[in-house]
Protein backbone atom coordinates (compact mmCIF):
# COMPACT_ATOMS: atom_id res chain seq x y z
CA UNK A 1 0.00 0.00 0.00
CA UNK A 2 1.32 3.25 -0.53
CA UNK A 3 2.56 4.95 2.46
CA UNK A 4 1.87 8.74 3.25
CA UNK A 5 4.83 11.20 3.05
CA UNK A 6 6.91 13.85 4.97
CA UNK A 7 7.23 16.32 2.44
CA UNK A 8 8.72 18.51 4.86
CA UNK A 9 9.07 18.36 8.83
CA UNK A 10 5.98 17.77 10.09
CA UNK A 11 4.31 17.87 7.28
CA UNK A 12 2.39 14.58 6.19
CA UNK A 13 0.52 14.66 3.19
CA UNK A 14 -1.50 11.28 1.98
CA UNK A 15 -0.11 9.38 -1.03
CA UNK A 16 -1.29 10.77 -4.70
CA UNK A 17 -2.60 8.12 -5.70
CA UNK A 18 -5.37 7.83 -8.59
CA UNK A 19 -7.72 7.06 -6.73
CA UNK A 20 -7.37 9.98 -4.09
CA UNK A 21 -7.27 12.11 -6.77
CA UNK A 22 -10.23 11.10 -8.65
CA UNK A 23 -11.82 11.67 -4.99
CA UNK A 24 -10.64 15.19 -4.57
CA UNK A 25 -11.69 15.40 -8.93
CA UNK A 26 -15.26 15.03 -7.46
CA UNK A 27 -15.27 17.49 -4.55
CA UNK A 28 -13.50 20.11 -6.64
CA UNK A 29 -16.19 20.07 -9.14
CA UNK A 30 -17.87 23.51 -8.23
CA UNK A 31 -20.67 21.14 -10.59
CA UNK A 32 -20.77 18.78 -8.07
CA UNK A 33 -24.25 18.72 -6.03
CA UNK A 34 -24.07 18.94 -2.07
CA UNK A 35 -24.83 15.09 -1.83
CA UNK A 36 -21.61 13.97 -3.68
CA UNK A 37 -19.47 16.32 -2.31
CA UNK A 38 -20.51 15.25 1.40
CA UNK A 39 -19.99 11.18 0.25
CA UNK A 40 -16.41 11.68 -1.00
CA UNK A 41 -14.88 14.53 1.45
CA UNK A 42 -16.38 11.67 3.85
CA UNK A 43 -13.58 9.67 2.21
CA UNK A 44 -11.07 11.82 2.25
CA UNK A 45 -12.01 12.50 5.80
CA UNK A 46 -11.40 8.66 6.87
CA UNK A 47 -8.27 8.33 5.04
CA UNK A 48 -6.73 11.69 6.74
CA UNK A 49 -7.91 9.62 10.29
CA UNK A 50 -6.40 6.50 9.32
CA UNK A 51 -3.35 8.22 8.56
CA UNK A 52 -3.49 10.01 12.14
CA UNK A 53 -3.54 6.97 13.78
CA UNK A 54 -1.01 5.77 11.76
CA UNK A 55 1.36 8.51 13.33
CA UNK A 56 0.53 8.00 17.03
CA UNK A 57 3.32 5.57 19.24
CA UNK A 58 2.56 2.69 20.00
CA UNK A 59 4.42 -0.31 22.22
CA UNK A 60 5.40 -3.57 20.84
CA UNK A 61 2.59 -6.22 22.11
CA UNK A 62 3.56 -10.15 22.47
CA UNK A 63 -0.31 -11.61 21.39
CA UNK A 64 -0.75 -15.01 22.03
CA UNK A 65 -2.58 -16.95 18.88
CA UNK A 66 -4.47 -20.44 18.70
CA UNK A 67 -2.30 -23.20 19.45
CA UNK A 68 -0.07 -20.82 21.73
CA UNK A 69 2.01 -19.32 18.67
CA UNK A 70 3.25 -15.87 19.12
CA UNK A 71 2.33 -13.11 17.24
CA UNK A 72 4.60 -9.53 17.68
CA UNK A 73 2.05 -6.86 17.19
CA UNK A 74 1.37 -3.46 18.80
CA UNK A 75 -0.52 -1.86 21.07
CA UNK A 76 -1.51 1.91 20.67
CA UNK A 77 -0.34 4.11 24.10
CA UNK A 78 -2.24 6.95 25.52
CA UNK A 79 -5.63 8.32 24.91
CA UNK A 80 -7.16 10.45 21.67
CA UNK A 81 -9.48 13.61 21.90
CA UNK A 82 -11.06 15.47 18.43
CA UNK A 83 -11.23 18.95 18.98
CA UNK A 84 -13.17 20.33 16.05
CA UNK A 85 -13.05 23.77 14.45
CA UNK A 86 -16.70 24.89 14.44
CA UNK A 87 -18.37 24.96 11.94
CA UNK A 88 -16.26 23.15 9.04
CA UNK A 89 -14.51 21.02 11.28
CA UNK A 90 -17.51 19.27 12.63
CA UNK A 91 -17.46 17.32 9.11
CA UNK A 92 -14.65 15.65 10.49
CA UNK A 93 -16.01 14.40 13.81
CA UNK A 94 -17.69 11.42 12.36
CA UNK A 95 -14.71 9.98 10.38
CA UNK A 96 -13.03 10.30 13.41
CA UNK A 97 -15.33 8.13 15.61
CA UNK A 98 -16.01 5.36 13.03
CA UNK A 99 -12.30 4.47 13.78
CA UNK A 100 -11.87 5.61 17.69
CA UNK A 101 -15.39 4.04 19.46
CA UNK A 102 -16.63 6.59 21.99
CA UNK A 103 -14.08 9.07 21.16
CA UNK A 104 -13.95 12.34 23.39
CA UNK A 105 -14.65 15.23 21.25
CA UNK A 106 -14.15 18.99 21.98
CA UNK A 107 -15.29 22.38 20.37
CA UNK A 108 -13.47 25.44 19.36
CA UNK A 109 -16.08 27.78 17.52
CA UNK A 110 -13.65 29.93 15.34
CA UNK A 111 -14.87 32.20 12.29
CA UNK A 112 -13.09 33.98 9.74
CA UNK A 113 -14.58 37.46 9.23
CA UNK A 114 -15.35 37.76 5.64
CA UNK A 115 -14.09 40.86 4.77
CA UNK A 116 -10.58 40.89 6.37
CA UNK A 117 -10.24 36.85 6.34
CA UNK A 118 -8.84 37.22 10.29
CA UNK A 119 -9.85 34.73 13.05
CA UNK A 120 -12.63 35.62 15.75
CA UNK A 121 -12.75 32.99 18.78
CA UNK A 122 -16.35 32.60 19.77
CA UNK A 123 -16.46 29.59 21.91
CA UNK A 124 -14.62 26.66 23.43
CA UNK A 125 -15.66 23.48 25.14
CA UNK A 126 -13.05 20.80 25.78
CA UNK A 127 -12.64 17.79 28.23
CA UNK A 128 -11.00 18.29 31.35
CA UNK A 129 -8.37 16.13 31.22
CA UNK A 130 -7.38 17.01 27.83
CA UNK A 131 -3.68 17.93 28.82
CA UNK A 132 -3.53 14.10 29.00
CA UNK A 133 -4.55 13.32 25.59
CA UNK A 134 -3.62 13.22 21.88
CA UNK A 135 -5.28 15.90 20.61
CA UNK A 136 -6.76 15.42 16.37
CA UNK A 137 -7.41 19.23 15.55
CA UNK A 138 -10.05 19.05 13.09
CA UNK A 139 -10.50 21.65 10.21
CA UNK A 140 -10.79 20.88 6.09
CA UNK A 141 -9.56 24.16 4.96
CA UNK A 142 -5.28 25.09 6.04
CA UNK A 143 -5.95 28.91 4.09
CA UNK A 144 -3.74 31.60 6.04
CA UNK A 145 -3.66 29.27 8.99
CA UNK A 146 -4.84 31.83 11.43
CA UNK A 147 -7.74 29.92 12.38
CA UNK A 148 -5.75 26.80 13.27
CA UNK A 149 -2.76 29.09 15.32
CA UNK A 150 -5.88 30.56 17.70
CA UNK A 151 -7.12 26.74 17.97
CA UNK A 152 -3.82 25.64 18.93
CA UNK A 153 -3.63 28.79 21.33
CA UNK A 154 -6.79 27.63 22.75
CA UNK A 155 -4.79 23.89 23.29
CA UNK A 156 -1.82 25.14 24.62
CA UNK A 157 -3.61 27.62 27.30
CA UNK A 158 -5.03 24.33 28.69
CA UNK A 159 -1.63 22.46 29.02
CA UNK A 160 -1.42 20.46 25.76
CA UNK A 161 2.09 20.46 24.55
CA UNK A 162 2.24 21.48 20.73
CA UNK A 163 3.89 17.83 20.20
CA UNK A 164 0.70 16.38 21.44
CA UNK A 165 -1.57 17.89 18.78
CA UNK A 166 -2.08 16.39 15.50
CA UNK A 167 -3.72 19.11 12.62
CA UNK A 168 -5.81 16.80 10.28
CA UNK A 169 -6.98 18.51 6.81
CA UNK A 170 -8.31 18.37 3.34
CA UNK A 171 -6.71 21.23 1.68
CA UNK A 172 -3.99 23.49 2.80
CA UNK A 173 -2.10 26.81 0.82
CA UNK A 174 1.90 26.80 1.13
CA UNK A 175 1.24 30.16 2.64
CA UNK A 176 -0.99 28.47 5.73
CA UNK A 177 1.66 25.96 6.03
CA UNK A 178 4.42 28.73 6.24
CA UNK A 179 2.99 30.51 9.17
CA UNK A 180 1.44 27.62 11.37
CA UNK A 181 4.66 26.45 11.32
CA UNK A 182 6.55 29.35 12.40
CA UNK A 183 4.45 29.16 15.23
CA UNK A 184 4.34 26.22 15.96
CA UNK A 185 6.83 23.80 14.76
CA UNK A 186 6.24 21.09 16.47
CA UNK A 187 2.42 20.69 15.60
CA UNK A 188 2.06 17.75 12.46
CA UNK A 189 0.30 18.74 9.93
CA UNK A 190 -1.65 15.93 8.16
CA UNK A 191 -3.60 16.84 4.76
CA UNK A 192 -4.48 15.70 1.68
CA UNK A 193 -3.46 17.86 -0.67
CA UNK A 194 -1.35 21.04 -0.67
CA UNK A 195 -2.49 23.69 -3.20
CA UNK A 196 -0.47 26.47 -5.03
CA UNK A 197 -1.38 29.51 -3.21
CA UNK A 198 -4.42 31.86 -2.08
CA UNK A 199 -6.19 34.72 -4.42
CA UNK A 200 -6.93 38.02 -3.22
CA UNK A 201 -9.85 36.82 -0.33
CA UNK A 202 -7.73 34.67 0.83
CA UNK A 203 -9.35 31.49 -0.78
CA UNK A 204 -7.02 28.45 -1.68
CA UNK A 205 -6.19 28.09 -5.31
CA UNK A 206 -7.69 26.11 -7.39
CA UNK A 207 -8.97 24.93 -4.05
CA UNK A 208 -12.94 23.66 -3.42
CA UNK A 209 -14.70 27.00 -2.54
CA UNK A 210 -15.85 27.63 0.61
CA UNK A 211 -16.18 24.02 2.38
CA UNK A 212 -18.29 24.42 5.04
CA UNK A 213 -20.94 26.05 2.76
CA UNK A 214 -20.54 22.74 -0.02
CA UNK A 215 -20.98 20.48 3.17
CA UNK A 216 -23.55 21.87 4.81
CA UNK A 217 -25.52 24.57 2.62
CA UNK A 218 -25.29 24.89 -0.51
C1 LIG B 1 -12.91 28.23 7.08
C2 LIG B 1 -12.23 26.89 7.33
C3 LIG B 1 -11.18 27.25 8.37
C4 LIG B 1 -10.77 28.63 7.94
C5 LIG B 1 -9.48 28.53 7.18
O1 LIG B 1 -13.83 28.47 8.05
O2 LIG B 1 -13.08 25.91 7.78
O3 LIG B 1 -11.68 27.25 9.68
O4 LIG B 1 -11.81 29.15 7.11
O5 LIG B 1 -8.99 29.79 6.88
P1 LIG B 1 -7.69 30.38 7.56
O6 LIG B 1 -6.65 29.33 7.52
O7 LIG B 1 -7.39 31.56 6.68
O8 LIG B 1 -8.03 30.82 8.96
P2 LIG B 1 -14.83 29.72 8.10
O9 LIG B 1 -14.33 30.75 9.04
O10 LIG B 1 -15.16 30.13 6.71
O11 LIG B 1 -16.12 29.16 8.78
P3 LIG B 1 -17.01 27.85 8.54
O12 LIG B 1 -16.28 26.76 9.23
O13 LIG B 1 -18.29 28.21 9.18
O14 LIG B 1 -17.12 27.65 7.07
N1 LIG C 1 -12.14 28.47 3.87
C1 LIG C 1 -12.68 27.69 2.90
O1 LIG C 1 -13.70 27.03 3.12
N2 LIG C 1 -12.05 27.64 1.71
C2 LIG C 1 -10.93 28.33 1.46
O2 LIG C 1 -10.40 28.24 0.33
C3 LIG C 1 -10.40 29.15 2.46
C4 LIG C 1 -11.02 29.20 3.67
MG1 LIG D 1 -14.17 27.42 10.21
Redesign the pocket.
Known amino acids: MAEAKEVDKNVILLPQTNQLIGLYSIIRDQRTKRSDFVFYADRIIRLLVEEGLNQLPVEEAIIKCHGGHEYKGAKFLGKICGVS?????ESMEMGLRDCCRSVRIGKIL???DEET?L?KLFYEKLPDDIRDRYIFLL??????????MMAVEVLLSRGVKSEQIFFLNLLAAPE?IKAFHSKYPDVKIITGGIDERLDED?YIVPGLG????RYYCI
Do not use: E, N, W, Y
Not at 85 to 89: H, K, L, M, P, S
Not at 210 to 213: L, M, R, S, T, Y
Open positions: IVRAGIQRAPDPMLATGGSAGKDFGD
